[in-house]
């Protein structure tokens, strides 16, 4: 038996702002597979949970009529990467929400959960960055939108006030289009192991395929947060493919970042995955694109 | 807390359960539904001794709520027997090949292999480690359970 002193479970989304509004120490409960868990070690022992697993309308993707893909928070790894629109549209995120654990928990973990809880490993979150997704998020009082860049405020901390909840992911046309995205997780083993570090890279290219229209380069555990490298960027956009390049981009994204040891890596090692895999992300990404080096 | 009253089809059975609202599918599973190869390992998503089949696709019952199972079809290593009693061809293989040794975690392997039983195609070694990647085995070394896992392949495509 799970130690919740209270499981509150609407029917509709308007009935779970309700109780969210009236409730705000409560916490949402989407796939579980990480509140379970801190409920079974008994750091989060005793809480109240309101459980919106069975709120199909929060899932699922779909493509707006302004070309926006949408993702409701709810949608689990594997339908992630298994959509259409996603296949089409953005494949670089359900290639990196692949990577997650293994194929139970890429079943029962949502894509919501993974960036509410605000940590720096998350698979998906280094991909939204490098996109620009934007969130919905909701409460009795209405809807607000927020760029995805300023929802973490610090480690396993986001942007939800009490009543809120974050009802979708969007991905503008703009981001998406003409546009090839790379994820690299590397972690100790290739399954069931968060990333020691996540990078995500995607570029556009001109015509001609020769040179650099738009960069964005995000990581995941080279910092407190998932972040994205804006001087990695600055060095890209508007220039000539070259192997120099990427050399200069990855010294780039070693300013950007403010990597830390733990039991999994130093600060050395993750610095050295940081130049190692930007390269790696880039070089991938431009080839995608149909460029060559 | 209060019992819900949650309606699923359990093993090819239309079921009704009363169930806390606090309990894991698991736990329901082993208990009032008697399903004991539903096995408790870790009890926290990381070992597979408990994986289910939910309408289709594979999920670690000790971190699935039993209320979540409602409207859901549920199978179980008991659900693939025929009326019978006798094991399917998946659960004979894990015999032939000794793929089994203490066993614990073999129901959770050959709930977790039904999805890519379930393919048109004869599956690599390589996408069998991957669609059981979820399960730990420390008894066999795993090789001879992807080989079960093939072989049983290999004979419903008929080579
Ligand atoms: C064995 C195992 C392996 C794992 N491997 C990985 C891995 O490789 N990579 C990885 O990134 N993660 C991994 N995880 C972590 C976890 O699966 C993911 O973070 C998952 O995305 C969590 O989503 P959830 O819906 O299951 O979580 P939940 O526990 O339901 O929610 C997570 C947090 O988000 C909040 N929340 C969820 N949905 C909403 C919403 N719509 N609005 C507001 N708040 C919300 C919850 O209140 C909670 O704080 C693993 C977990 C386990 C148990
Ligand atoms: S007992 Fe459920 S995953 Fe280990
Ligand atoms: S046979 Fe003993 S754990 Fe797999």
Redesign the interface.
Known sequence: ????SA?Y?PESLEQALRMKHDHPQARI?AG??DI??QV??GRLAGIEVI?I??LDELRGVTLEDDGTVLIRPLTSF?HVSSDPVIRRCVPVLGEAVDQV?????R??GTIGGNICNGVTSADSAATLKALDAELEISSVGGTRRLPYAEFNLGAGKVDLKADEILTGIRIPRDSWENTFGHYIKYSQR???DIATLGCSANVRLSKNKRKIERFRLAFGVAAPVPIRAFSAEAVANGSLISSELIENIAQAALKDVNPRSSWRASKEFRQHLIAELTRRATRAAIEKAGGTL | MDKRRISLVLNHRPTELWVDPRASLSEVLRGEASLTSVKHGCNVGECGACTVLINGETFNACIYLAIWADGKEVLTVEGLSDEEGNISDIQQAFIDEGAIQCGFCTPGFIISSLPVLERDEVPSRDEIRRQIAGNFCRCTGYEKIVTAIQKTARARHGG
């Not at chain 1, 654990?101 to 928990?105: A, E, F, R, W």
Request: hydrophobic residues 45%.
């Open positions: 038996m799970y130690d919740f499981v479970i409960l579980g597979s379970l868990i079974r070690e459980s697993q069975a594997s654990g293994g194929p139970q928990i079943n029962i290739r399954a069931m």
